[in-house]
Nanobody
Framework: QVQLVESGGGLVQAGGSLRLSCAAS?????MGWFRQAPGKEREFVAG????????YYADSVKGRFTISRDNAKNTVYLQMNSLKPEDTAVYYC??????????????WGQGTQVTVSS
């Protein structure tokens, strides 16, 4: 069983920065961040392979967000810069076999709210 605990969300003004953290217990997987805004489907934000050899980003966050992981701490991070109001959502940490697609075998954190004011 894998448990994921997120932290780091909050309220920030447009143009500001936040860093999300996700501490994982159990097996290691490819890790990633998804987000879900009110009335919208959950969408892929960023992902990183188990060895950190590959990182992947949604077009909407490329150049602004950076995903990284520290396998010694079993923790994945999402550094979010130049935040925009449209980045407002609940952000979920995900561990799974894939990077961008959601599967039934995925593990999810509880979610952390990110609110960007204009």
């Amino acid at each position: 069983q894998v448990q994921l605990v997120e932290s780091g969300g909050g309220l920030v003004q447009a143009g500001g920065s936040l860093r999300l953290s996700c501490a994982a217990s159990g097996r290691t997987f490819s890790m990633g961040w998804f987000r879900q805004a009110p009335g919208k489907e959950r969408e892929f934000v960023a992902g990183i392979t188990r060895s950190s050899s590959g990182t992947y980003y949604a077009d909407s966050v490329k150049g602004r967000f950076t995903i990284s992981r520290d396998n010694a701490k079993n923790t994945v991070y999402l550094q979010m810069n130049s935040l925009k109001p449209e980045d407002t959502a609940v952000y979920y940490c995900r561990a799974g076999a894939t990077i961008m697609t959601i599967t039934e075998s995925d593990y999810w954190g509880q979610g952390t709210q990110v609110t960007v004011s204009s």
